[in-house]
C-alpha cells in the first residue's frame, strides 16, 4: 500500500483537503444531530436518565463507546468508500447521543456563553496542533504507546469514579484536554503515515474522534470555570 506520505504532492495536497473537508461535514453533521435531539426531546430524556443514577451514565457510555469502536474499526478497515461512510455516520450519531446531556446541561443550567467558548477554544486548539503536526517533520506517532497506556489509566478513573460516586474534577479535565492534543497530533500523523489516499473519509473519523475528545473536557473545563 502506498501511503500518503509516499504520494505525489499534488495526491497529498488532495487527499488533506477531502480528509478536512469530510471533517468538517462531520462536525456539521453532529451540530445538526444535536440540534435534532434538543427539538425532539431526547437530550432531555437522556439527561433525566443519566441523573437518575450514576450507573445510568456508564451504561450509556459503555454502549456508544462500543459502537464508536466497531464504527472506527470498520471504517479504518474498509476499502469500500460507501462503507467508510456508514462508518463515520454511526460514530456521529453515537458521538452526539453521547454529547446530549452534557450540552443539554451546559445549555440550560450554565452560562449562556459556556457553549460558543468551549467551541472556539477547541477550533483554535485543533488548528495549532494540526499546524504543527502539518508543517514540521516530526513524526508523532511515537505517542501511541503513551496513548494507550493513558487511555486504559483515564478509563480506570472513569469508571472507579462511577462506581465509588467520586468527582473527577478540574485537573482531570486538564489532563484529558493535553492526551486529547496528544492524539490529535498522533492521528493527523498517522492518517498522513499510514493510510492511503482513497482512505480520506476514515481519516476524518480518526481526526474527529480526537477533535470530539478535545471539546468534551474543555467544555467541561470552561462549565466548571464558569461556576467559580
Given at each position: 500500500m502506498v501511503t500518503v506520505a509516499q504520494s505525489r504532492p499534488s495526491e497529498r495536497a488532495t487527499f488533506i483537503q477531502k480528509t478536512y473537508i469530510h471533517l468538517a461535514g462531520a462536525v456539521g453533521s453532529f451540530v445538526l444531530v444535536s440540534i435534532l435531539l434538543f427539538q425532539l426531546g431526547i437530550a432531555e430524556a437522556l439527561t433525566n436518565f443519566v441523573m437518575a443514577s450514576r450507573f445510568s451514565w456508564f451504561a450509556i457510555l459503555g454502549a456508544f463507546s462500543l459502537l464508536g469502536w466497531f464504527s472506527r474499526s470498520l471504517t479504518a478497515k474498509a476499502d469500500s468508500v460507501e462503507t467508510q461512510y456508514a462508518g463515520?455516520?454511526?460514530?456521529?450519531?453515537?458521538?452526539?447521543l453521547i454529547f446530549a446531556p452534557l450540552l443539554y446541561i451546559a445549555a440550560y443550567f450554565s452560562d449562556p456563553t459556556v457553549l460558543p467558548t468551549a467551541a472556539i477554544l477547541t477550533l483554535l486548539l485543533f488548528g495549532g496542533l494540526t499546524a504543527v503536526a502539518l508543517t514540521t517533520k516530526t513524526d508523532f506517532t511515537f505517542l501511541g504507546g503513551i496513548l494507550k497506556i493513558g487511555g486504559f489509566v483515564a478509563l480506570g478513573l472513569i469508571v472507579c469514579?462511577?462506581?465509588?460516586?467520586?468527582?473527577l474534577g478540574l485537573l482531570f479535565s486538564v489532563v484529558m484536554v493535553v492526551f486529547a492534543?496528544?492524539?490529535?497530533l498522533y492521528d493527523t500523523s498517522k492518517i498522513m503515515r499510514h493510510y492511503s489516499k482513497e482512505h480520506y473519509v476514515a481519516a476524518s473519523l480518526e481526526l474527529f474522534a480526537s477533535v470530539a475528545l478535545l471539546f468534551w473536557y474543555v467544555l467541561q473545563i470552561v462549565m466548571s470555570l464558569s461556576r467559580r
Open positions: 463515520l455516520g454511526i460514530y456521529v450519531l453515537a458521538q452526539a469514579s462511577v462506581i465509588f460516586g467520586f468527582t492534543s496528544a492524539a490529535i
